[in-house]
């Protein structure tokens, strides 16, 4: 069974409070992605890593930053929170063996709340 | 623009029946396209891929089509059952790229 365990499934920050996420995965995939989704919107991409120390801006990467220091764990950052970062949080993986077709799988989530 | 849409925020069906839902995009060519589901206050789970040189795509209640002329794809949920009632969601991925666009999602409700 695919593992992707996020470190908090909810969270209540400050305004101006520097916010870490953290994702693990434990299936050697590649690629991880941090997504927030919230309502009418969607999922909306922040940041993917393709591999370690790797990274890429995703649709919407404006008030994050991202670390990949390891493979199995991709970390967000809120620098500094604020309250329209109230949101659900979502971390995702894929595989990027060739001739494979990737499906992604997905954390339970973080549900942060910025006050 | 590039855009991604599914039918209506909900749908209601009654237990027993088929339930149907749509995802309609424009402006992209996928190499394949992709149904999870979600229930509240979770991550989304895969269900289904259909690439974009197959029409259709079944496993046990479930079945995707995929009409790259229409571009469009619809989900079918046979014999629905009040477990199935969830937010079910869509995602495209062009190849050459790591990036999935998702739809909005419909959500789903099976009525006993």
């Known amino acids: 069974d695919v593992k992707v365990t996020q470190s908090s499934r909810y969270l209540v920050k400050r305004t101006g409070e520097k916010v870490f996420l953290e994702c693990v995965q434990d299936?050697?995939?590649?690629?991880m992605f941090w997504y927030r989704q919230d309502p009418g919107l969607g999922l909306r991409l922040i940041y993917f890593?393709?591999?370690?120390?790797?990274?890429e801006k995703g649709d919407i990467p404006e008030g994050y930053s991202v670390s990949r220091e390891k493979k199995e764990r991709f970390s967000l950052i809120l620098e500094s929170a604020s309250t329209n970062q109230t949101s659900m949080y979502l971390c995702?993986?894929?595989?990027?063996?060739?001739?494979?077709?990737?499906?992604?799988?997905f954390g339970p989530g973080t549900r942060l709340t910025v006050l | 623009s590039q855009k991604i849409e599914q039918n209506s925020e909900a749908l209601n069906i009654q237990e027993g029946k088929t339930a149907t839902l749509t995802c309609n995009y424009t402006?992209?060519?996928?190499?394949?396209l992709q149904w999870y589901r979600q229930d509240p206050g979770r991550g989304p789970v895969f269900l289904l891929l259909?690439?974009?040189?197959?029409k259709e795509k079944r496993k046990e209640r479930l079945k995707v089509t995929f009409d790259t002329t229409l571009k469009q794809s619809l989900f079918h949920i046979t014999a629905s059952q009040p477990a199935d009632s969830a937010t079910y969601l869509c995602?495209?991925?062009?190849?050459?790229?790591?990036?999935?666009?998702f739809g909005t999602g419909t959500r789903l409700k099976v009525l006993a």
């Open positions: 890593s393709y591999d370690v120390k790797m990274k």
């Open positions: 995602a495209l991925n062009t190849s050459g790229t790591y990036k999935y666009i």
């Open positions: 259909i690439r974009e040189n197959e």
């Open positions: 995702a993986i894929s595989s990027r063996r060739r001739g494979r077709t990737d499906t992604q799988y």
């Open positions: 402006n992209y060519s996928p190499a394949y």
């Open positions: 299936m050697d995939h590649e690629n």
